[in-house]
């Protein structure tokens, strides 16, 4: 009778595989480290091995799949930081997606959580990604102004379904919001009408729907992923 062989964890031709994959991860992380502000090499490899743990959770068809989808994405930053508004998630996988292939690469992934999770109240408003971070997640269109129509959108969607259809009051808050932020008096508002007005009050960096995570999520997803993975 032959004996099937069966290869256990402990073979040399799996000892090898391991220490090619974590010398590969390696030069990754030091190659990404140099890119952000806010990690340790060791904690970017925490992030990479994150990342790899998300996308193999993704199971998707096409192996070769260059990172996280958008719905994938979205579901992560759920699940991760109770991030909930639809809409403002789509734009922050937007922000997060700088080449705009509909993918978040695991670079794209690491640059976007030092400013996520780390970045400096100035940096949140002009971050790392060399344009702002919470106005890019406001400027709907891209265009460097957030408009009385993005705004209309923004505060529509965040309103409980009996009041969205209240045009009177939703015109009298965006008249509100516009005496309060917008300095120039252009009838929309700037980066610099934004930044000036989250400056005089820092509750204005999410005027217009959660973005960013709250301390109790940030400290858990740190604990478990950054320290608790060092540890290891």
Known sequence: MVKQFKPNSSSPFQARMSSTN????????????????????????CLIRKFNTLLEAEKHPDSSVPGLDRNRFKDVLHNLFELTDDFILDRVFKVFDKDNDSF?????????????????PDEQIKCKFSTPYCFQVYDLTGSGFITKDEIYLMLKDSLPMEQ???????????EIVLKMMDYDKDGRLSFEDFEKSVKKEDLILEAFGKCLPNFRTKKKFEEQVLEKQQDE
Do not use: C, P, Y
């Open 164 to 174: 969205q259809d209240e045009e009177d009051e939703m015109n009298e808050l965006i």
């Open 104 to 120: 978040v690469s695991v670079e794209e992934w690491i640059q976007g959580l030092s400013v996520f999770l780390r970045g400096t």
């Open 22 to 45: 974590k010398k590969v991860m390696q030069a990754l992380a030091e190659t990404i480290s140099q890119k952000v502000e806010h990690f340790s090499k060791k904690e970017v490899e």
